[in-house]
């Protein structure tokens, strides 16, 4: 697949957090989703948003006394097509959503061939 920008593992990171939440998120939680530093999670949601992956908003709401106003980003539908496809190819599946139970590993086919073959 062919993004408009370079795909890092934080970029990866940050992908997974908005496509595990499936909801708005500030900056401070993506960096907290992510396990990253703010400082390199907002140049990526910047690529992000200017790609058309990411739309975002500032908080209408007065914020909490001594806290500046915060900006939600979401996942656009293109967006989200975009960032399972790139997840699943450069990690092999989509990450779990918090509280789901896991899912179950997938053996490879050849282990199941031979296997199969040993009955």
Aim: hydrophobic residues 40%.
């Amino acid at each position: 697949m062919r993004t408009p920008f370079r795909i890092t593992s934080a970029t990866l990171d940050v992908l997974e957090a908005f496509l595990v939440s499936r909801e708005e998120l500030h900056g401070f939680a993506v960096a907290k989703a992510a396990g990253k530093p703010t400082g390199s999670i907002y140049p990526i949601l910047a690529r992000l948003e200017e790609a058309g992956w990411l739309d975002s908003h500032w908080e209408t709401e007065n914020p909490t006394e001594g806290r500046p106003r915060r900006r939600f980003y979401f996942l656009t539908p293109t967006g989200a097509e975009q960032a399972r496809s790139v997840v699943i190819e450069r990690r092999g599946q989509l990450p779990t959503p918090a509280g789901a139970p896991p899912s179950r590993p997938k053996l490879a086919l050849g282990v199941l061939t031979r296997w199969a073959g040993a009955w």
